[in-house]
């Protein structure tokens, strides 16, 4: 299987606290790895860190590395917006631009000039048709992306970052804001896309992660204490702040 994402040593400071500490993990191609554990320990941070979005934040350092595809993302020559491009990120809440479907999907597209006009219906459709969402809104390009429902919005979100291929997803609690059946139908679009993508999620949602990721991260005051098989985490977890985590002793 290969290694999509690796850190040596990574070690992330927000002025003099010490928001991760020594985390060596190693990411596979075409999987979806869960990123999990209590309010504060790590996970949003570790998963910011594989596009450099920390970078935005005053007052934060970073040692050790990042490999993405075999390349260290934290040398001065990385383009930061090639990496992002690589790179790409879901948050929370949908956060749609207040353009119409269309402009959303091509903002990128045409920002970069990564294709002619020419190519820009063959972009929607094919970008569209990635989340599922080519039928329902066809007919609807030119409608806001606001109108749309919370689900249909982070679909949205998520097509939006495909016209400049990207290798891998970073999905930053992305039903958190949205009801129990759209969280189903965002959890099958995610098996599907991994198809294509390599996939982190952080969630606070246990049954979340047993149900949609192939492998599993515990944070837990900044230290990575177990990653390993999905499955086999949550049946035989290796260590006991594991266990109690997941048996809702804590968290």
């Not at 949908?94 to 294709?115: C, D, G, M, Q, Y």
């Not at 806001?144 to 429902?149: D, F, M, R, T, V």
């Not at 039903?175 to 129990?180: E, F, M, N």
Request: proline residues 4%; neutral net charge.
């Amino acid at each position: 299987m290969h290694t999509m994402i690796e850190t040596h040593q990574l070690n992330f400071f927000y002025g003099s606290f010490h928001g991760l500490i020594d985390i060596n993990l190693a990411v596979a191609q075409y999987q979806i790895t869960a990123l999990i554990g209590p309010s504060g320990c790590g996970k949003s941070t570790l998963l910011r860190t594989f596009n450099r979005m920390n970078d935005l934040i005053e007052n934060v350092r970073v040692t050790g590395r990042v490999f993405i595809d075999g390349v260290d993302i934290y040398t001065p020559q990385t383009d930061l917006v090639n990496l992002r491009k690589k790179v790409g990120m879901v948050f929370q809440r949908p956060n749609p631009f207040a353009l119409s479907v269309a402009e959303n999907i091509l903002f990128s597209v045409k920002i970069h000039k990564t294709a002619p006009a020419s190519q820009y219906e063959a972009i929607l459709e094919e970008s569209l048709r990635a989340v599922d969402l080519w039928e329902a809104l066809k007919d609807k390009l030119h409608r806001s992306a606001l109108q749309l429902s919370l689900e249909q919005q982070q679909r949205l979100c998520i097509a939006r970052l495909l016209p400049v291929k990207p290798d891998i997803l970073l999905m930053d609690e992305p039903c958190s804001a949205l009801d129990p059946m759209s969280t189903a139908h965002i959890e099958e679009l995610m098996r599907m896309l991994k198809v294509n993508y390599t996939i982190l999620i952080v969630t606070h949602n246990m049954q979340q992660a047993a149900r949609v990721s192939d492998f599993a991260a515990f944070l837990y005051l900044g230290e990575l204490i177990e990653f390993g098989s999905t499955e086999k985490m949550f049946t035989v977890p290796k260590d006991r702040r594991t266990e109690e985590y997941l048996t809702g002793k804590f968290g």
